[in-house]
């Protein structure tokens, strides 16, 4: 009755966390503080009811699965803004598809890109470790070996891509790479992603790089992977962002993550497949979604103000967290990744003792790499982030 390839996939890190502290009261004396799931906090940009209620009679089609012309040239706008693709824009016809979040469309990635065999043996799909949880998931499912790559504190939190070994990289077909990344909030410079499409082009497999945390920053904006292909690109390429897919999401940019609004973006080749694929797999966007998804992406003033919320909180957790438990301030994201010597314990603490809901790092991983960490998510309001913040420093000493 069931797929053993699966067999393979542990629970999900959040059901994990619920038997962790299950029958446990809170403690403090004072409401709980949800610090462990990743669903930002702040509010929904005020034009996209009036979008939606303006649309609604558009319910009343099926969805094309490609989006409309106007998501696809929004987003092709800001794509070409955003990471200044002058030399090789990105067109809204073939480089672009709408995903019904990007989670779905980095899971199916996987199914598009996956051969039965590569160099005549299993195929490899390899990701940092801690990472999201889909990608492991996707890997397993289309046959191939999810491989995980520690990404440590020495090696910056990201993947040390010089250690891989040419027999690796030739049975890979898929390289997931997030950055900034969930949960340690690195962020790949360029010289890093030039050298992972350089990679990806030499042993021919595809780099799907997840942005989804790419416009939460508080200093300077990550850059990303198309301009990587783009710069290794000749200046008449017909294909300058061959082998490279990133997606991008609203869910964090716009606080809208239960919108499901997201793109893939790049290599014409894939995207071309990925359509396909897409018209038999079925998720489209609803037009009324995709017309508040275009009005998203032409404006960036909300995004500056989600900025700024969470620079306030970031600056809270610089004073509250200075010198404790490993507290750097990330790159880009809205986690902070603390050591706490021992994260399931940890985080059982918390609850039992702050009434502090905290992700152990250990799920979020394979092997012994995160078992240190908890995973704190900054997405709540100030004031109780900064109460939130005050309880972990309290009650877990101060490291
Ligand atoms: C690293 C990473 N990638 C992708 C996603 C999926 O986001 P969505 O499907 O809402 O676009 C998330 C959501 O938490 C995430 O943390």
Known sequence: MFNPVLDGLP?????????????????????????????????????????????VAEYGKYPPIQGTDAFREAVAGWLNRRFELTRHPVRSEGHILPLNGTREGLFSAAFLVTPPKKDGRQPAVLMPNPFYQCYAGAALAAGAEPTYLDATRGAGFLPDIQALSPDLLSRTSLFYMCSPANPQGSVASIDYLKQLVQLARQYDFVLALDECYSEIYTRSP??????????????????????VLVFHSL??????????????????RLIARFRNFRAYVGPTNPLPADAAATAAWRDEAHVEENRRLYRQKFDAADEILNGCFGYFRPAGGFFLWLDAGDGEAAALKLWREAGVKVLPGKYLARGAVGDPYIRVALVGPLEETIEGLRRIWRTLGSG
Not at 222 to 243: T, Y
Not at 251 to 268: E, M, Q, Y
């Open 11 to 55: 629970e999900n890190a959040f059901p994990r966390l619920a038997n962790l502290i299950a029958g446990i009261q809170p403690g403090g004396n004072a409401p709980p503080i949800l610090m462990s799931l990743g669903e930002p906090q702040h509010p929904v940009p005020d034009f996209i009811g009036p979008i939606l209620a303006s649309h």
């Open 251 to 268: 869910s964090k940019r716009s606080n809208l993550p239960g919108l499901r609004s997201g793109f893939v973006a790049g290599d014409t």
């Open 222 to 243: 990550p850059p990303g992977g198309l301009r990587a292909a783009s710069d290794l690109a000749d200046a008449d390429a017909i294909e300058p962002f061959a082998n």
